[in-house]
């Protein structure tokens, strides 16, 4: 029997010293000492042992056991602290690399031409106002003097949420708001995100940027509109710049005109950018339209006023030369990083 002891000792410990993992050790822990384990084989098989002897046997067990046990717990102790060792050298952190950079954003080019046309019209005594960019019909078209059978409202041109609601086309609608306050008088522009139903191309997007501006005032006239026009144009494109007005149509506006200013590349002699003509097209403007203003509850007897708007995407493409308006949304960082 102890001869029979000696070797399951000598059988664990052999198999203990040879366990590098800790699961390794559980499982010599179950075959040796648990349930169904050897040494507990022998225990069962105290009954044959003869009564006298059985303490010394049991003695012997106990005494396998306890040498079994604390060469196990050794080698737990042992294969964990090297288990942290191999961890803490894995995550060792050195103190000495130099920081990784991180990379600060950037201002995209529209941002860079609002703030430029917010900064002209601000230093002429102009409020930013912005208002919603999903819209009623009402203000967007109908209170601006565009009637329901007016093409702009046609469905391939305007994303409608419902016969109401709709995703404004145009930031004029911000003026109605404004002007229904009955605050007067009214200088404003209004910059935000519009849409329209176009194709994606070089010149158009289902989605872009305009800035619209709104005067209300007594005495306001057509020169003033010209004015204030011939001063932004040269506060934008440089000192030397002059504006021509051609007459056009717009329903909230009467009478309507669009506004061209000199090539700034060439000056007004003509070259590639302005396609020979000396001249770019920027925004349409006009004198606000009485039926507007009296759709507002403003008194057009005894108030007038002028109104412009421009595509942001525009100035921003005519400002740094930039000859296709998708590079303005494909964030490719190579892109933006120019301006
Ligand atoms: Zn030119």
């Known amino acids: 029997m102890q001869e029979k002891l000696q070797q399951?000792?000598?059988k664990a410990l052999d198999q203990i010293k040879q366990a590098d993992v800790l699961d390794q050790l559980n499982d010599i822990r179950v075959?040796?000492?648990?349930?169904k384990g050897e040494l507990t084989g022998i225990l069962k098989g105290m009954k044959d042992v003869a009564p006298e002897d059985r303490p010394k046997v049991g003695q012997w067990v106990n005494d396998t056991r306890s040498a079994i046990e604390s060469v196990l717990e050794e080698r737990k102790g042992a294969l964990a602290a090297a288990m942290r060792e191999v961890k803490l050298k894995s995550e060792v952190i050195d103190v000495t690399l130099p920081a990784q950079k991180n990379s600060v954003g950037h201002r995209h080019p529209n941002t860079i031409a609002l703030e430029e046309v917010e900064r002209i019209f601000v230093g002429m005594g102009y409020e930013v106002v912005e208002g919603p960019e999903v819209e009623y019909d009402y203000y967007n078209f109908e209170a601006l003097n565009i009637p329901a059978n007016h093409p702009a409202k046609d469905e391939q041109d305007t994303f409608y949420i419902n016969d109401k609601i709709l995703l404004r086309t145009q930031t004029s609608p911000v003026q109605v708001r404004v002007m229904e306050q009955g605050k007067l008088p009214i200088r404003m522009i209004a910059p935000?995100?519009?849409?329209?139903?176009?194709?994606v191309d070089a010149t158009h997007s289902p989605s872009f940027h305009q800035v619209e501006g709104l005067v209300i005032d007594k005495n306001i006239t057509f020169a003033d509109l010209k004015g204030t026009l011939a001063e932004f144009a040269k506060e934008l494109f440089g000192p030397e710049t002059k504006v021509k007005f051609r007459p056009h149509h717009f329903p909230f506006t009467e009478p309507s005109a669009e506004v061209d200013v000199t090539c700034f590349k060439c000056g007004g002699k003509g070259c590639r950018f302005c396609k020979g003509s000396g001249w770019i097209e920027i925004l349409g403007?006009?004198?606000?339209?009485?039926?507007?203003l009296r759709m507002s509850g403003i008194d057009p007897e005894e108030y007038s006023g002028f109104a412009f708007g421009m595509g942001l995407e525009r100035i921003a493409l005519l400002k740094y030369e930039i000859d296709d308006m998708r590079l303005l949304y494909e964030n490719d960082v190579r892109f933006l990083k120019q301006f």
């Open 8 to 10: 399951i000792k000598e």
């Open 31 to 35: 075959a040796f000492l648990g349930k």
């Open 192 to 199: 935000g995100r519009v849409f329209r139903s176009d194709e």
């Open 285 to 292: 403007c006009g004198m606000v339209h009485p039926n507007v």
